[in-house]
């Protein structure tokens, strides 16, 4: 996983709960990195998931919250760094339907290395239809990056959320504007 995940997690956990509980987490956790994390480097997916858990215990929060909570600040680290992206998307189904055959494969050129899970979209009405799929088990993340898209494109939408079998590798989740 990339060090962009882990520096801005901390960040979040830094502005949230404090430098103190930023610490803690690094030092409760398992980490062959130390906790020392570059933006461009590459770590063991496991350490993002040694650290949510600790947040979690620490603060009685299901890390499954947490993950989604995740989600919305890294939208804005997104916005921040690569504001491309959402200029050239006119409204939320555009920029999430773009995710696939073109956000993450620039990411991918500009990270080789990087992990990405699989979207695929389809609209039905007022409704957008995104599967995603990745052995990382992230899609909390990216439901909170969905909800995050649908308020910046000033949406008022609800998401749902169904498991597609049961290891939460594949999920589907439906995207319905208000119109
Ligand atoms: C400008 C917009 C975006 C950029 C630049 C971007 C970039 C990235 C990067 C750098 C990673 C880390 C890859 C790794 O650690 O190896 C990532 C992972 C991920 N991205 Fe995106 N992304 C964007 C938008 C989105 C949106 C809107 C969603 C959700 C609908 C999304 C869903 C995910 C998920 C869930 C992961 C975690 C890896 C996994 O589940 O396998 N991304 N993305």
Redo the contacts with the bound molecule.
């Keep these: 996983?990339?060090?962009?995940?882990f520096t801005e997690f901390l960040e979040m956990v830094e502005q949230k709960f404090g430098l103190a509980l930023a610490d803690q987490i690094i030092q409760e956790s398992h980490l062959p990195s130390g906790g020392v994390y570059t933006s461009i480097g590459?770590y063991d997916?496991a350490e993002i998931v040694e650290l949510l858990t600790h947040l979690s215990q620490n603060t009685a929060t299901d890390a499954s919250v947490l993950l989604k909570e995740f989600?919305r600040y890294?939208?804005d680290t997104?916005?921040d760094?690569?504001p491309g992206?959402?200029t050239s998307c006119a409204d939320g189904f555009e920029?999430?339907e773009s995710?696939e055959n073109h956000?993450?494969v620039?990411?991918l050129k500009?990270?080789p290395?990087?992990?990405?899970?699989r979207?695929d979209a389809e609209r039905d009405g007022n409704s957008l239809k995104?599967i995603?799929q990745?052995?990382?088990?992230?899609?909390d993340?990216?439901?909170g990056?969905?909800e995050?898209?649908m308020d910046y494109y000033g949406h008022t939408a609800s998401i749902q959320k169904e498991s597609m079998g049961e290891d939460g590798e594949k999920v589907l989740?439906t995207i319905s504007v208000v119109p």
């Design positions: 996983m990339k060090g962009i995940v590459t997916h989600g890294l939208f997104f916005l760094k690569f992206f959402f920029f999430l995710i956000i993450h620039e990411v500009l990270y290395d990087a992990d990405l899970p979207f995104m995603y990745s052995s990382r088990k992230m899609s993340l990216a439901w990056l969905m995050r898209t989740f």
